[in-house]
């Protein structure tokens, strides 16, 4: 199994403010040790809603290879377009910061207040109303879903 440092690992749940220019502090734990270029994108893929996600470069390099194997000839351009479009890559500031840019935020419903939730391989971004849905949407499904693993 390979070793993961501290910064590829992206677990629990963060609440924070954001600051004027829509910058939000990544957890300290969350931070690569090396400077890296995330790749943010609006993500409206939940059903409570619109949210942000926040992919490190190899699980970057892995979304952008599935979209590559679409077999949809159709799909494929307009995926492509989507995605390129409603995405920026950044490094973190100084600080530790990441800056929503203003489109994105809005398309999230994000103004003040984020939740930041943990992916294991990712984060993602969520205004604090959106993910309440969330938590009780998959407060209902996840031990299902644990299931399916067949532990």
């Known amino acids: 199994m390979p070793n993961e440092s501290v910064s590829e690992t992206y677990t629990l749940v963060y609440r924070h403010s954001l600051d004027i220019k829509r910058r939000l502090p990544v957890p300290y734990r969350w931070r690569p ?44 351009p307009t995926l492509k377009r989507m995605i390129g479009s409603f995405s920026t890559s950044m490094k973190l500031d100084a600080a530790g910061r990441l800056t929503i840019p203003e489109e994105m935020a809005m398309e999230a419903d994000i103004t003040n207040q ?21 938590q009780a949407q998959d407060s209902s499904t996840w031990k299902e879903a644990l299931e399916a693993l067949g532990e």
């Open 33 to 76: 040790k090396d400077p890296i270029e995330f790749t943010l994108t609006v993500w409206p893929k939940h059903r409570a809603g619109t949210c942000l996600r926040v992919f490190p470069p190899e699980p970057w390099a892995k979304f952008r290879a599935e979209i590559d194997a679409v077999q949809n000839i159709a799909q494929k």
């Open 114 to 134: 984020v939740v930041l939730v943990g992916l294991l391989d990712r984060f993602e971004i969520w205004s604090p109303a959106r993910y309440a849905d969330v």
